[in-house]
């Protein structure tokens, strides 16, 4: 036969498209011809696909080879697609039947000498193919341990391209992905390392409980990081819904370990201030890769020294913090990627950082320019303000040990397990996800309990947005206290959190 098909994916952030690979073998001088927008790292996928075939003892044909990707106008880009290629190529020759092709998704890359590569972004694919209703995948055997995370879809693993030709004809039975493994639990940093701090461990414990951003400003050395490092050891493991999200991004950016692939735990990101702007929310040539701030999606996302990032960078999380997902325009299209998460800040309260305040140089200005890096719009948006106190002793006075991360995680997935069951008839989980008209009228306080934020709303100390984050505070107070609905203390403390001379 002359013509034949085999399919494989695209993918546009962690959105899979199908692709139809068509080979068209006619009459003409011997050359390749590759159709349908592929990027440059394709272009070559002509060259790589025949060297393997032939170094896999196939023989490529002699005449004009026309591939085309279809839909036409999807960008194409990537390596992926080489098998798929050299599957196509050789039925359309009549090398192998095309039989097994129908209703089959292959991903991966050729090596010149017909290994079969791994290639990124497995996961997202393989979803995307079973959504499609494609009911087997054929991709690298390094790839079996992603592709175990998928049910409902039949994963095969092949090391070369001869091993696909000889299942093709049905001379051989490809590896099965086998079912993936119980993840090992991963050891997390304890709190009770942490000394002293006590007004910056509930505030720690606050933001687990209700899924609440952070701000802490303390002097260099004080604990910052070291409790930010804390907070994915108070979450919940993941949920397996959640797990595959946060597996599909990491296998788009590459960083998934083949021995245990499915990632459970809540991720940690903390970039370096000197960071790009493509690096932190997402970009790079043809469509965008997934930055830091997706790489932390149903994670921590920790910016130790804060105010020495660009205010570029820190603005362009304002939009993402409300709508927990980013979206990069290119030429080729709009690449969205999720991105809720936890925001962690941690700064200095002056530029030369002191060991002690009463030694800071630093004039009012200085201090208030540094911090004021931290824009209002920006800070409206961080539900807790805590400043941290030096240390003045390295034992706590009263003898008594400092409570241990699995002590205040019992009492977090407490409080948390009440917020779940009150909005459960609405889809959120935790109280900083409810909309602030929800916690306006149907679940409003009464007005003896609110007295305190209205007068803060009508001295302008607080915004109308902050007034709504006030009362998403209070409602974890509440459920940490095991309160059924915040009383006037809670609302009190919940405003003290939102206190600006805190930052």
């Known amino acids: 036969m002359a013509l034949a098909r085999a399919w494989s994916v695209a993918l546009l952030g962690i959105d899979g498209r199908l692709v139809e690979i068509e080979a068209d073998i006619g009459a003409g001088m011997p050359g390749t011809k590759l159709v349908g927008l592929p990027d440059t790292g394709l272009r070559e996928a002509k060259d790589r696909v025949r060297a393997a075939v032939r170094n896999s003892g196939q023989k490529w044909p002699d005449s004009a080879v026309t ?14 697609y080489d098998l798929g290629i050299a599957a196509a190529v050789l039925a359309a020759s009549g090398s192998v039947p095309a039989t097994k092709l129908i209703g089959t998704v292959l991903l991966g890359e050729l090596a010149l000498d017909g290994r079969v590569r791994p290639v990124r972004g497995v996961l997202p694919a393989l979803l995307a193919a079973r959504g499609a209703g494609y009911r ?37 039975v490809l590896v099965p992905a086998e079912a993936p493994t119980a993840p090992e639990v991963a050891e997390v940093a304890d709190l009770a390392d942490v000394v002293g701090q006590p007004e910056a461990r509930w505030a720690l414990e606050v933001a687990a409980a209700g899924g609440h951003h952070l701000l802490m400003v303390g002097l260099p050395g004080i604990g910052k990081t070291m409790l930010a490092k804390r907070l994915p050891g108070l979450l919940p493991p993941l949920s397996d819904e959640e797990s595959l999200e946060v597996t599909a991004v990491h296998s788009v950016e590459g960083s998934l370990h083949s021995d245990s692939p499915l990632v459970r735990v809540p991720p940690f990101v903390a970039p370096h201030h000197s960071i790009s702007m493509a690096a932190l929310v997402g ?115 009263d003898d008594t040990e400092p409570e241990s991360t699995e002590q205040v995680r019992t009492r977090v997935m407490r409080a948390r397990q009440r917020a779940a ?12 996800q409810v909309p602030g008209p929800m916690l ?64």
């Open 136 to 172: 087997r995948a054929v991709v690298s055997a390094d790839s079996l341990g992603e592709g175990a995370l998928v049910d409902g879809i039949e994963v095969l693993g092949a090391g070369r391209l001869l091993e696909v030709v000889e299942w093709l004809k049905d001379e051989r």
């Open 440 to 503: 306006r009228k149907e679940f409003a306080l009464p007005c003896r309990v609110t007295a305190l934020l209205d007068r803060g709303l009508d001295r302008g100390a607080i915004t109308a947005r902050g007034a709504d984050r006030c009362l998403r505070i209070a409602w974890t107070l509440a459920d940490l206290a095991g309160s059924p609905c915040p009383d006037a203390d809670h609302v009190a403390a919940a405003l003290e959190f939102r206190d600006r001379r805190a930052a």
């Open 67 to 80: 591939l085309g990707l279809s839909p036409a106008n999807l960008p194409k880009v990537g390596s992926g």
């Open 421 to 432: 069951e009150r909005w459960a008839e609405h889809g959120w989980r935790t109280n900083s």
């Open 283 to 397: 970009g790079g040539s043809g469509l965008a890769m997934p930055g830091a701030i997706s790489r932390a999606h149903r994670g921590v996302l920790f910016l130790d020294e804060a105010a020495e990032f660009s205010g570029e960078r820190l603005e362009a999380l304002r939009t993402v913090l409300e709508e927990c997902e980013v979206r990069i325009a290119r030429a080729r299209g709009v690449v969205r990627y999720p991105a809720s998460f936890q925001l962690v800040l941690a700064t200095n309260p002056c530029p030369c950082a002191p060991p002690r305040e009463t030694d800071c140089s630093c004039s009012p200005m200085a201090r208030r320019r540094y911090l004021g890096r931290l824009s209002g719009p920006l800070l409206d948006r961080v539900d807790l303000r805590v400043r941290m106190r030096p240390i003045t002793a390295m034992r706590v006075h």
